[in-house]
């Protein structure tokens, strides 16, 4: 592991548990959609992979 991989593994299990939920609700939320809607059945524009990517940032409070 290396060192800047240890210290955000120690800072994610400093994140409120509330913070923790919401990643993995964005993430659940993420997989159905693309159960439900293949990219071959939709085109998807670039707005839903920058949603996305901000959704799955850590939130900082600093």
Avoid: C, D, H
């Avoid at 159960?35 to 996305?52: A, D, H, Q, T």
């Amino acid at each position: 592991m290396t060192p800047i991989s240890s210290m955000v593994s120690q800072w994610w299990e400093q994140e409120p548990e509330e913070i923790k939920k919401y990643k993995r609700l964005a993430k659940e939320a993420f997989v159905y959609r693309n159960e439900r809607f293949p990219k071959k059945l939709i085109n998807l524009n670039k707005i839903n992979g920058v949603l996305l990517q901000i959704l799955s940032r850590p939130m900082n409070y600093f």
